[in-house]
């Protein structure tokens, strides 16, 4: 039997075993379907199969059977990352296929279909697209598909590096009928500090603007910037069909905290792009693995450009979790203070701080006695910071982010068992971290660091199930 501990209330994860990027993010036949690579037999990275789990509203998933396994000679040794989208009323997955990779071998890229969304059956005449033999393309790094269709035709970018593994690049590929692809172009590239390797490439419209997100390897730390061992991020800018470059802006983050990578989106029927990343991260210490599982999904959230910047915001779905609140308005406090019924190992906490009236200040999540996860705003730096030393079990960092500041400093905090993901000032900056608390570590608690601090609202909510335990 599995222990809940720090298994997640409504964010997805996996039944048992370990998961990492999620896949196949689409919709199809009036549902949700997310993948994600999955290793179902430890807790421990593995040969990757598809998991899969369905929803109607981005809130409440469930739990369906596997959809891809490593079963044949051009995937042998994982299904790894893909995409996904509905074609003549069937849904098709494109993936890569992993041969021999990370001890010496190839990727190449597969195909998979199905009729009911459930059961899928691989393409006779995979691969697809083998491994590319070029000067300026590795061959051995060639993974991520990411299609989409446009005017008529699909298009697909995939993942992939230079021959001498100095600098990550984004391949463009065209097909008439998702079977016989063209290469179109190297379509951007990575300049200077922006990674040896760019893994799971997503091509998106965003508010009539184009947008890449990838997830690089090999970028070097700038001060507090480029800290997790990778990161993921993203380019607006102009696709151009023809030539198949990418005309883009620099390069920038989308997530400022630990535990965020490898993000995948989808365009709804409503014209919203909505991502969902993987809530873990390489190489960092992950205490549920001796509890049968590991890893977690973040909540769905809806892209926006502002002020030529991507922005995120917890998808409007999310609100159909909200099983009861408590709010309070105007606060004026001096000392650290508990508010009646803002408590819970689980729940949304929104919070707007008059940053004009109030000094620096702190806030502890998930606290009791010396356990606490605390965020920090500096006043005079503008910077909002989240530290993990006190967390529980698990990594003991903290990350931070300088803001453009605002005379109200605007929060909505998702807490969960083993998570909490800190939008500021509408999406402008997101924080995302895994936590280990021990299940007493209830308490929030608002910290003046300084004479006051004035709360114009908070409201806690109590959230409902989300995912099968």
């Known amino acids: 039997m599995k222990n809940n501990r720090w298994y997640p209330l409504y964010h997805v994860a996996a039944p048992v075993g370990w998961i990492n990027d999620p896949n196949g993010f689409c919709t199809y036949k009036g549902q949700y379907h997310l993948f994600y690579q999955y290793h179902p037999y430890s807790a421990q990275w593995g040969p990757m199969h598809w998991g899969h789990v369905v929803s109607s509203d981005l809130a409440h998933w469930k739990h369906l059977p596997i959809a891809l396994r490593p079963d044949e000679s051009y995937d042998r040794d994982g299904c790894f990352s893909g995409s996904a989208i509905e074609h003549d009323g069937k849904l098709y997955l494109m993936y890569t296929g992993n041969v021999g990779l990370p001890n010496g071998g190839y990727q190449d890229q597969a195909l998979a279909v199905s009729d009911d969304g459930i059961r899928f059956t691989k393409y006779e005449e995979n691969p697809i697209l083998p491994a590319p033999t070029s000067d300026s393309i590795n061959g051995s790094d060639f993974r991520d598909p990411k299609v989409w269709k446009k005017d008529g035709k699909f ?5 992939s590096k230079n021959v ?3 600098h990550g690049q984004v391949l463009l590929y065209e097909s008439d009928d998702l079977k016989d692809w063209r290469f179109k172009n190297i379509s951007a590239r990575a300049e200077g500090n922006e990674g040896n390797m760019w893994e799971c490439p997503n091509f998106c419209e965003v508010d009539g603007q184009d947008v890449l997100i990838m997830s690089p390897m090999g970028i070097e730390r700038e001060e507090n910037k480029f800290v997790n061992a990778v990161d993921s991020g993203y380019m607006i800018g102009k696709l151009d069909y023809y030539t198949g470059i990418f005309n883009h802006g620099e390069f920038d983050l989308l997530d400022y905290g630990s535990d965020f990578y490898a993000p995948q989106v989808t365009q709804t029927e409503d014209g919203r792009c909505i991502m969902i990343g993987w809530l873990a991260m390489w190489f960092a210490d992950m205490p549920e693995q ?4 590991a890893g977690t999904m973040t909540v769905p959230r809806e892209l926006h450009i502002r002020n ?3 922005v995120s915001v917890p998808a409007k779905e999310l609100e159909s979790l909200r099983e009861g609140s408590v709010s309070h308005k105007n606060l004026n406090i001096s000392v650290p203070t508990q508010l009646d019924g803002v408590k819970g190992v689980t729940g949304e906490l929104i919070a707007e701080i008059d940053t004009a009236k109030s000094e620096n200040f702190s806030i ?3 606290a009791d006695g010396d356990e606490k996860t605390l965020l920090t705003y ?3 730096t503008a910077t909002f910071a989240i530290n993990r030393e006190n967390s529980g079990a698990g990594p003991k960092d903290g990350r931070e982010v300088v803001l453009t500041p605002e005379e109200i400093l605007k929060l909505r905090i998702y807490i ?4 909490i993901e800190v939008f500021v000032n509408d999406g402008a900056a997101v924080l995302t971290s895994r936590i280990y608390p021990a299940e007493t570590s209830q308490d929030i608690i608002f910290i003046p660091n300084g004479d006051k601090l004035t709360l114009k609202q908070v409201t806690f909510y109590k959230l409902g199930q989300g995912i099968a335990q």
């Open 364 to 366: 502890a999540l998930r």
């Open 308 to 310: 030529g910047k991507l």
């Open 378 to 380: 500096d006043k005079e």
């Open 290 to 293: 001796q509890d049968g599982w």
């Open 416 to 419: 969960d068992r083993s998570s």
């Open 155 to 159: 298009y697909c970018v995939i993942g």
């Open 164 to 166: 001498e593994g100095t």
